[in-house]
């Protein structure tokens, strides 16, 4: 092999290592054309652990966490720079949704989140269903800890070491350059959460003295209030809140509350100077307000008969596309959008991702499969799942077996763009719920169960039933997740009063079913459960090419071929020096010198 090919592949090497740097810290002249105002504000709501996006399976969904930091981080320069006042705010519901939030242990998943300089939060109801992710918030240095008075939960109270305490703060000010904003942050009024957790009534918590406190401080003036809602733009409870603060403050408070929990994107004018504003569901929407001033309301001539005021409250739903955000930037290419803390914070999650097992490949999807579907489309997941996951993987021989499931069970459609990895399945499955056998039952109660439990309407039923009756007076072994074991027997005791039932937990779980189904019915390449081979693969190895001889004779040395050898290992190791240790211009640092420094992990940037 000659030098000069060396010399080439070292060339290439040196471009390589050095394009992530270059990206990420080449000026870019920033021109957005999103509405600013007075007050500006970028919105995440019910991302729901979706760090990584969704452009493995959805490529026009191709932007993750980073990205959006990316966003942010130009837009935030930009405002600066022009003297206006930008915020970045959370609305709860961080777990339950991919493999990197695991069902009571969001260790993995939580250093990933707290990268983001967020300015608010709040909470959400999927937080507050299982006691071990509970205590893991509220444990010293844990989530609540870590963000402190930006964590704002006002109607959410925790049991922690015998004592009963705020979840998070009541509330806070930003204060900006030209304004006060006053934020509030709350749940809707929650029911099933786990035993240490206590959601106060919504209309309760209006009438306490530090809600009314915080409006009438002495000390602070506020110019607008952004109330962090986590529950549907129309839910009453905006209307308690709104009406609340009204009879606090006045008509001429700006209000913009920012709502969740219902997965989609809306928004709506609540009066002449209140707006309500939703930002879609798993990272597939970052949202952006912009509201006026108390000073700017006052100075406006109210509405008539002749049309609204016209009020400054402007929005912006912005899909989770690379192109799409740099495009809301003025920026051409999306490498130029990039960040050095953006791109770093990608890499995170991809790493904790790798180190998962998450992206270990199990099979391939003969086509997509749509979890919200009526049940008689090809393309339903949920008829999928009747008419062969369940008798192929779990009822297998039992003839005489039924399941009722939820049909809040699966949360995301299954694709076939690209082959199946043990995070598609969680993506579907998250919940991880554990199968509990209820009892036998016979035909006819499981049929009349089944109306039931199915009242009211939609798409699909409330409760899928899979499995046949086919026989009334049969016994069958009903089944069905934990999650819904009370609801079930509740309904079952009213259609078989005289019977009493024990559930009894079995030892499968909802996504081991669904992984087996895959691994032993989907295969790729005609391969079954195993990992397909790449795309493309290098012809050979690099020491294949730099010690054989002309002759294809492995040599013991050659002193040219050393040196740029020699080269090529400095240039990675001044990469590192400059990517991975800390300095002034970046806070990623190598925890472990002997890791590959891409093991490397943040160090806390968020301000407190």
Known sequence: MSSSFIFSLFLATLVFTNERMIHASSAVSVAPDLPLGEINVLVLTDVHSWLAGHGRQEENLNADYGDVLSFYENLKTYCDENDQDLW?????????????????DPSSLVPVLQKMPLDALTCGNHELYIDDTVDYMVRPGGWADWWGEKYLTGNIQVTANGEIQQLGHLYRYLKGKHSNLLVYGFLYNMEGACESITVEKVDDVVKMSWFKEALTREDESIDAILVLAHMDLKDPLVTVIRKAIREIVGDSMPIQFITGHTHYRGEIELDDWSHSFEAGRYLDTIGFVSLPTKATAMATPPSTTDGPVENGFKHVFIDANKAILAGHLGIKDPKDMNTEHGLELSEFAHRTRQKMGLLDQIGCAPHDFKARAPLDDPKSLWGLYKREVLPKIFFK????????????????????????VVDDIMAVAPFNDTIVFIGEVAGSAILELNVSLNERKGSLPHYILAGEIDNKDKLYDMYTHDFNVKEVVNALKKTVPDQEYEPKTTETTSTLIWLAF??????CHGELGKDAPPIASPPATLSSYIFQDDDGIATESCPTIMLMMGLLLMTILLYC????????STEFVLLDPKEDCMEAQFEDRVEK
Do not use: H
């Open 577 to 584: 020096a400059f990517g991975c240790t800390k300095s002034t």
């Open 397 to 420: 021989e039992e003839s005489d077996g039924i399941m009722f499931v939820e049909n809040e069970a699966w949360r995301y459609d299954l694709f076939s763009q690209s082959p199946l």
């Open 88 to 104: 970045f705010v959370s609305n709860g519901d961080f777990v339950d949704g991919t493999g990197l939030s695991i069902p009571g």
């Open 518 to 523: 895959v691994r032993e019915n989907w295969p």
